[in-house]
């Protein structure tokens, strides 16, 4: 199975960018990236995801590295309600997700 | 749409006893998972099923059963309770054509928080 490392944690501020990098140097060809995020007391929630490309929706921007070999999930201004675990996940075959423990971030006012 | 519901929220059970952790979803998806998460770790796989009467194992199957007698329920059974299954348990859904690999989210629910005694 392909992994993914983060960092454990990281800090900012609010209303400032948040870059949180996941290398994931095995990934293979078809290996798509995602980002899953798990407030305080809830359940795991869909950030993004991508291939190849960098992808941008409501929440946040993927940017992919070039040999796919990394990735970094930007979100572009902090609030409080951003601080969770967010999770980099190379989905392994078409039925699972495997988490590893994922970096936490926390966001000062 | 409710989404992903589990019931019930909390739970307390005595080893050696037994309780079956229940999970509705009314998206229509074909997929459904559980999890578990211990204290500070991430998420691992229990058990999924890619359709009504279909299930296979994941990661740590030990100590449980589960059905899928309908699309909409993923029933998880715990027959003997033993204080290694005090965790968080989720329960997850996701829509995947037949025969697609389209890489869509998996839609979570709110989880149960188990201690076993």
């Known amino acids: 199975d392909a992994k993914t490392t983060q960092p454990n944690s990281m800090e900012s501020n609010e209303e400032e960018p948040v870059h949180l990098p996941c290398n994931h140097s095995?990934?293979?060809?078809?290996?798509?990236i995602h980002w899953y995020r798990q407030l305080p007391s809830q359940g795991p929630e869909y950030v993004i995801h991508?291939?190849?490309s960098n992808v941008n929706n409501r929440m946040a921007s993927l940017a992919i590295a070039e040999d796919r070999k990394s990735s970094t999930l930007i979100l572009h201004r902090a609030t409080l309600r951003d601080a969770a675990v967010y999770y980099c996940i190379l989905r392994d075959n078409d039925y699972k997700l495997s988490f590893g423990a994922g970096t936490t971030v926390t966001v000062r006012a | 749409n409710a989404g992903v519901t589990q019931t019930p929220k909390f739970r307390i059970l005595k080893i050696g006893q037994s309780m079956t952790l229940q999970c509705t979803q009314d998206?229509?998806?074909?997929?459904m998972y559980w999890y578990r998460q211990d204290p500070g770790m991430g998420l691992k796989l229990i058990y999924y099923s890619v359709g009504a009467g279909i299930t296979d194992k994941g990661e740590v199957p030990n100590g449980y059963n589960v059905s899928r007698s309908t699309t909409e329920d993923f029933p998880l059974r715990l027959e003997l309770a033993a204080p290694s299954q005090t965790s968080v348990y989720f329960c997850?859904?996701?829509?995947?054509?037949?025969?697609?690999?389209?890489?869509?989210?998996?839609?979570f629910g709110p989880g149960t928080r188990l201690t076993v005694t």
């Open positions: 998206m229509n998806h074909n997929y």
């Open positions: 991508g291939l190849t």
């Open positions: 095995t990934i293979s060809g078809t290996d798509y």
């Open positions: 997850a859904s996701r829509f995947s054509p037949s025969g697609s690999l389209i890489n869509n989210e998996q839609y």
